[in-house]
C-alpha cells in the first residue's frame, strides 16, 4: 500500500460526514466509487463537482452521455452548474457512446488522460469520469486486473483529484470489476442501500485508501433534490 500520501495530498469530496471523517478523497491515485442506483451516483458526483467549484477550481467531467440530459438530471437532484459551463469552469467532455465500444486492453491510459487536459486547456484540478466501467477490460480476471494496474499508473496526477463512478448491476462483469478493484486499486469507495431501513438511508464503505489499512463505513441520509448533506435541515422542515 502506498504511504506516501498525507493530508495535504487530499481534497474535500463535499459529503459533509465523510469528509469529516476521513479529511477528503486523495490526489496521486485512482478514486473509484460504485454506487447502486442514479440518484445516488448523481448525487455524489454533484457534490465533488459542485464543491471544486466553491473552491475556484476548474472541473472536468467525462461522460458518454449527452449534457443535455445530464445536466438536466444533475438539476433535479439539485445541483445547478449552467453558469460554470458558460464560463468554462466546468468542462463537460462528451465521448459519444459508440466510443466506449473500442476502450480495451490495448488502450493508452495515459494518453487519454493527458487529451482529457488537454481538451480542458489545462489547470484542470478535478476529473470524473462517469461509466467508469468502460475503462477496465472485464473479460478475465488477469485482464481486469491489468486494466487496474494501468490504470493505477497512468492516473496518478498530484495535480488533481480523480473520481471514477459507475453504477453497479447485478451481473458477473461488474462482480468480477468489485473483485479486483478490492485486490488491485488503492482507492477504492461504495455506497451502497442497506439490506433493510429506511430507503433514503445508505452506507458509505471505504474498502480502500491509501490513507488506511482497515475497511470503515458510515451511514449516509439522502434528501431528495438536495443530495447528502441535510438530513438536519430535512428533518426540521418535516418537524
Known amino acids: 500500500m502506498d504511504t506516501t500520501n498525507s493530508v495535504n495530498d487530499l481534497e474535500p469530496w463535499g459529503i459533509t460526514s465523510f469528509d469529516d471523517n476521513y479529511t ?55 445541483f445547478d452548474f ?17 466510443f466506449s465500444q473500442s476502450i480495451n486492453f490495448s488502450t493508452n491510459h495515459r494518453q487519454m488522460f493527458d487529451e482529457i487536459k488537454g481538451l480542458s486547456k489545462g489547470g484542470v484540478n478535478r476529473i ?60 477504492y469507495l461504495e455506497i451502497k442501500s442497506p439490506i433493510q431501513g429506511d430507503d433514503l438511508e445508505f452506507e458509505l464503505i471505504l474498502h480502500k485508501s491509501p490513507l488506511l489499512f482497515a475497511q470503515n463505513s458510515l451511514d449516509l441520509y439522502l434528501t431528495p433534490g438536495f443530495g447528502f448533506n441535510t438530513q438536519e435541515l430535512d428533518m426540521i422542515s418535516h418537524g
Open 82 to 98: 449552467e453558469n460554470e459551463l458558460l464560463s468554462e469552469q466546468l468542462i463537460y467532455l462528451y465521448y459519444k457512446p459508440f
Open 128 to 187: 470524473v469520469f462517469l461509466n467508469t466501467e468502460v475503462l477496465f477490460n472485464l473479460e478475465t480476471h488477469l485482464l481486469a486486473k491489468a486494466s487496474a494496474e494501468k490504470i493505477m499508473a497512468s492516473f496518478c496526477d498530484d495535480q488533481c483529484v480523480i473520481l471514477g463512478c459507475y453504477q453497479a448491476t447485478d451481473n458477473p462483469a461488474h462482480q468480477n470489476l468489485d473483485e479486483i478493484s478490492k485486490m488491485f486499486l488503492s482507492s
Open 24 to 78: 477528503g478523497l486523495p490526489r496521486r491515485t485512482f478514486n473509484l466509487l460504485r454506487t447502486c442506483n442514479v440518484e445516488v451516483s448523481t448525487s455524489a458526483i454533484g457534490h465533488f463537482l459542485e464543491t471544486g467549484i466553491e473552491l475556484g477550481q476548474r472541473v472536468a467531467l467525462v461522460s458518454f452521455e449527452h449534457p443535455d440530459y445530464l445536466m438536466a438530471r444533475f438539476e433535479e437532484y439539485g
